[in-house]
């Protein structure tokens, strides 16, 4: 059976093109960069040159850019290794809401350490409200932390706007770009984000691989102590190959983002449009026009989130009902709840999330199955009544 994959969100397939750029660096071009021989240097070199390429990607400076291994660790760097370094300047910190778990659980450890942790509610589209942020800010705040956009609605965040708050307020402003990196231009000056975490694999680069940035007045502690690497923020050897995968990945990226955009804008308007006027009781998840291209978010009337998934799997489409990184819980989405979703409708979501390999013809298929389960199923629940019969 042809399988149709539309869960890009949770994970991506590596693009054959950063494959073909990384394999020198397994056997040829092994050497580590701290060794001072000539094999050594090519991987100087590589990571140089990465550090540009990813560099120009978001608008920083090079010596802004510090590889890590992967967007949790980049994160961990940007408000732990940020909240212990400052913690002398004061310690609130302030997040969305619809973050991340791992920005959620790290909200949590800092609140065992001691800190103050204020948590900003989002409207019913998902949107942080700057007047109920700027509300929270006290002279004990010392970071911000909002990402730019949620990886399960894909509500797009005013950023620019925040940044600016915190500019004025002199308080850090970090931002978990993973969701919408390759989907949106970033720009760390425009935007005004002073830490920031981004990952590779969500532009088509191997996993376990990430950036974390840093603006330059800007300090952290390090959370990894060893031979110094990454001018003492990130010890261990540097994996070269992950980290060439994630250039070529921003390389190719920046060539193909603004067609991307195009490409996935008409999915997603086509999938939403259909959705909601074929299936009765449907309603869209998330913010109508400011959301991530890619992102198809909808629930339904008397459907329950696991039985929907199995009939699509049977049908060989990938789907979710919400993040891969929280889905082994029975819990609903905090970011559906925190739009003011009930429970049961929380968990009668559906994520469609599309990317790079996906062609018309898969949006066909999905909008195909998409009636006829929900109808299905519906016919098999004793509690789903229409609300218009
Ligand atoms: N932030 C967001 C928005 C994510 O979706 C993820 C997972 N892809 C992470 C952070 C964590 O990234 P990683 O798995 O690379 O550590």
């Keep these: 059976m042809k399988q149709v994959y539309l869960d890009y969100q949770s994970a991506k397939p590596v693009d054959q093109r950063v494959i073909d750029g990384m394999m020198p660096f397994f056997r040829e071009k092994y050497g580590n960069p701290s060794a001072l021989h000539s094999i050594g240097d090519e991987g100087t070199e590589a990571l140089e040159e990465s550090r540009k390429v990813i560099a120009e990607f978001i608008n920083a400076d090079e010596d802004e850019i510090f590889f890590t291994s992967g967007a949790t ?14 913690k002398n300047k004061g310690n609130h910190i302030i997040i969305s809401e619809v973050e991340h778990i ?7 450890h800092l609140e065992r350490l001691g800190f103050e942790v ?14 109920k942020l700027e509300q929270r800010i006290t002279d004990k ?9 949620s990886n399960e609605i894909g509500t797009i965040q005013p950023i620019r706007e925040i940044g600016k708050l915190a500019e004025e307020r002199d308080i850090a402003f970090h931002s978990d770009a993973v969701a919408a990196e390759g989907l949106m231009p970033i720009d760390v000056k ?10 590779s694999n969500d532009i088509y680069g191997p996993k376990g691989v990430g950036v974390f940035y840093m603006r330059k007045k800007y300090r952290v502690n390090p959370l990894i102590i060893g031979g110094g690497q990454e001018r ?4 261990g050897s540097e994996d070269v190959p992950g980290i060439v995968g994630m250039k070529v990945a921003a390389e190719i990226m920046q060539q193909e983002m603004l067609g991307e955009i195009k490409r996935f804008t008409g999915y997603r308007n086509r999938m939403i449009k259909h959705i909601l006027e074929e299936v009765p009781d449907s309603y869209l998840n998330g913010h109508p026009t400011e959301r991530l291209p890619s992102n198809t978010h909808v629930r339904f009337d008397g459907i329950e989130g ?8 049977d049908k060989g489409i990938a789907i979710s009902t919400g993040s891969a990184c929280t889905s082994k819980t029975l819990e609903p989405s905090h970011t559906l709840i925190a739009t003011g979703l009930l429970h049961e409708e929380a968990h009668g979501s559906l994520q469609i999330t599309t990317g790079r390999f996906n062609t018309d013809e898969d949006i066909d298929t999905v909008l195909e199955a998409v009636p006829e389960i929900v109808t299905r199923l519906r016919n098999l629940s004793p509690i789903y009544k229409s609300k218009k019969v």
């Design 306 to 313: 696991e039985s929907i998934l199995l009939s699509f799997k």
């Design 141 to 149: 705040t010392i970071l911000i932390s909002v990402g730019y956009a």
């Design 73 to 86: 660790e980049a994160i961990n760097m940007g408000i732990v290794g940020y909240a212990m370094r400052n």
């Design 102 to 108: 791992s920005i959620h659980n790290i909200a949590k």
């Design 118 to 131: 204020s948590r900003i509610p989002v409207d019913q589209y998902g949107r942080v409200s700057l007047r």
């Design 190 to 199: 425009r935007d005004g984000v002073h830490l920031m975490a981004l990952s």
């Design 232 to 235: 003492g923020l990130r010890s």
